[in-house]
């Protein structure tokens, strides 16, 4: 009978420390605070990034791959942590996350490079006012970018900064709010495109979002 005891005990101790780590790890939901740091090449290309900052768990090797999605809390541009669980587990928006996919470049311009020559044709009326310097355009209908704002830089440059919004109409033609985010591509290293989208809400934040990204993988390059 004490051997049955001591044996329902540690099958008991078993079930409750694998319960502990299971439970952690679905409310973890993929997510790890893992440093270990793994070099990634793509094309011509190696980055050294944390697996915290890699957002799908297959991709956190190191090794040849054909692209890579990170995501960092903004401001920062921290990986997951204990701490940051709640911003890395949210469901319900995205706000205070920045959405990074990196791969190899298959067009010669990055979007700032493609607006003179392609999508300020595409644009529709006059500008709207937007924040901290941006003036927000309609696109034409038919130009493969339904339900879309364009945001760009108020400047006489021909590389003004420029993102798409995903947008939804509402009652009135004229009235359009922000539905799930804004997205754009800018150009790194030797022949890497970086995509990257975020809420709505840290569109005032654009400098400063495009000067972190913009330091945070380049540091990450291995010249």
Not at 178 to 191: A, E, F, L, V
């Amino acid at each position: 009978m004490t051997a049955v005891v001591a044996v329902m005990c540690l099958i008991t101790m078993a079930i409750t420390v694998a319960g502990h780590i299971i439970g952690r790890n679905i409310s973890r939901a993929g997510n790890t605070a893992d440093l270990t740091m793994h070099e990634i090449v793509i094309g011509n290309d190696v980055l050294r990034l944390p697996a915290n900052v890699i957002r799908f768990e297959n991709q956190r090797v190191s090794g040849v791959q054909a692209a890579v999605d990170a995501y960092f809390a903004w401001p920062g541009m921290n990986g997951y942590s204990e701490a940051s669980r709640s911003i890395f587990s949210q469901t319900a928006s995205a706000d205070g996350l920045v959405f990074v996919r990196v791969a190899q470049a298959t067009m010669s311009r990055d979007m700032s490079g493609r607006y003179t020559p392609i999508y300020k044709r595409l644009t529709d009326g006059l500008p709207v006012a937007g924040p901290n310097g941006l003036n927000s355009y309609r696109l034409k209908s038919g130009a493969g970018y339904a339900n879309e704002l364009m945001y760009v830089e108020r400047t006489t440059s021909e590389r003004p900064y420029t993102i798409r919004c995903l947008v939804e109409e509402a009652a009135s033609e004229m009235d359009f709010n922000t539905r799930t985010g804004c997205q754009r591509d800018i150009s790194i290293g030797k022949d890497l495109s970086v995509t990257y989208r975020f809420s709505i809400d840290l569109l005032p934040h654009w400098r400063e979002i495009e000067d972190d990204i913009r330091q945070r993988l380049e540091a990450a390059l291995i010249k």
